[in-house]
């Protein structure tokens, strides 16, 4: 067994103001938003297409720079990608020259863990993603749902205090996508890390978190949050509790309008 994460991170948003601009135009992506994550949550982030959510994520990832405000991983403030956050995205592509295993190994070898350690680490993982007889393999010879379960594993074999996951499950077909979602909260329970995820499928969302938080657009902002008061340890029949069908109903009336 290996030695859990160090500590899972809290990530602190404050009055971050997202502006693209050009010489001929000036969008406002996202204004005022306030947002803590607490150490080890689930939190889930719903709303309308172009409502600012990748632009968001992405500036946590330290891919984009904010226009304004602060944002910040255990008091540090981001100022570009870094170790502590993993990242798993919709077309975050695998490097294909690299086997499964080498994938997984990529963080690692590139801070000169040792090859020992490395071994260690990703059969590790490639048992927690249920891909260990595919060691071997190339990602062009994996589905879609196998390649996003390597994904996880890389981003994970780093250890990372926090998760970003932005529609990683969202090419996939419906049954993949739930063995998916069921696979991810086991792996959650289990590495101890905070998870910032985002996804416009609201079954998904309730299924996944702690809390979800529903954005709108013009400009991208916070509309409303929601605690989810549903047992830990989730199964599936979790989708038939009262209280998961009308979370339902109420952010599927938020989000049509
Ligand atoms: N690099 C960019 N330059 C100009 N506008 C952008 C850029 N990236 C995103 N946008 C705009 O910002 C808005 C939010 O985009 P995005 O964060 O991708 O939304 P979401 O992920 O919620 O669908 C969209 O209207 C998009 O067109
Ligand atoms: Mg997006």
């Given amino acids: 067994m290996l030695a859990a994460p160090s500590k899972s991170g809290t ?3 404050k009055g971050l103001q997202k502006v693209y601009e ?7 992506a996202l204004r005022d938003i306030d947002l803590t994550i607490g150490e080890n949550e689930f939190l889930t982030i719903v709303g309308p297409s172009g409502c600012g959510k990748s632009t968001l994520l992405r500036m946590v990832a330290g891919l984009d720079e904010p226009s304004g405000g602060s944002l910040q991983v255990d008091g540090e403030e981001i100022i570009g990608p870094g170790a502590d956050r993993g990242m798993v995205f919709q077309g975050y592509t695998l490097f294909p020259w690299l086997t499964v295993r080498e994938n997984i190994e990529y963080g690692l070898k590139l801070k000169g863990v040792s090859i020992l350690e490395r071994r260690k680490i ?4 490639l048992k927690v993603i249920r891909l260990e007889s595919f060691d071997k393999s190339y990602p062009k010879q ?3 749902g196998m390649k996003q379960r390597v994904a996880i594993a890389r981003a994970l074999a780093n250890r990372p205090r926090v998760l970003l996951m932005d ?8 049954q993949t996508k739930l063995e998916m979602q069921e696979m991810l909260l086991e792996v959650w329970e289990k590495e101890k890390t905070t998870v910032l995820f985002i996804t416009h499928d609201i079954d998904e969302a309730i299924f996944l978190s702690q809390r979800i938080v ?4 013009g400009p991208g902002r916070i509309l409303k949050e929601f605690r989810v008061e549903l047992p830990e340890g989730r199964t ?8 998961f069908l009308a979370l339902k109903r109420e952010l599927g009336q938020l ?3």
């Fill in 11 to 13: 990530i602190e948003i």
């Fill in 22 to 28: 050009s010489k001929k135009s000036r969008f406002e």
């Fill in 122 to 125: 990703s059969n590790y993982f």
């Fill in 142 to 144: 994996l589905s879609g």
């Fill in 167 to 174: 529609e990683p499950f969202g090419a996939l077909d419906a």
């Fill in 214 to 217: 529903v954005m709108g657009a």
């Fill in 236 to 243: 599936p029949e979790v989708r038939e509790h009262p209280d």
């Fill in 255 to 257: 989000l049509k309008h």
